[in-house]
């Protein structure tokens, strides 16, 4: 795992939040780190029994960024969903050198949900 986290104190590392649901209905939230050496894991949480609430959310990622280090997390990317946008805010409140961004494949997603409705 060095290979891909060495970089992380000079470059930095974004912090990707993905929410699926397994074969047994179970929500479940992964944290990969994500950064020019490629992804890494770092943690999988199952989520059914909370709610999806932003801080729920961002506390979710918020351990991450205790785990990955504060200082190398240059963003997170999240759904664009408003309990996600609420939880990007409390990370850029907690450390304003960290930024929120919404997921372009959620965002393209929910565009071709709102093509095809009409």
Not at 30 to 47: K, M, P, R, Y
Not at 107 to 117: A, E, G, P, R
Request: glycine fraction near 6%; aromatic fraction near 6%.
């Amino acid at each position: 795992m060095t290979r891909f986290t060495n970089e992380w104190v000079d470059c930095g590392v974004s912090n990707v939040l993905d929410g699926w649901t397994n074969i047994r209905n179970q929500h479940l939230i992964n944290v990969l780190g994500v950064s020019a050496n490629g992804a890494v894991f770092i943690t999988c949480h199952v989520s059914s029994s909370i709610s999806a609430s932003s801080q729920n959310i961002a506390d979710l990622l918020l351990q991450s960024i205790r785990d990955v280090g504060p200082n190398n997390v240059v963003q997170v990317i999240i759904d664009n969903a408003a309990n996600c946008k609420a939880a990007g805010k409390v990370i850029e409140s907690t450390h304003p050198h960290i930024f929120w961004y919404g997921c372009l494949v959620h965002t393209l997603n929910l565009l071709m949900h709102d093509i095809v409705k009409h």
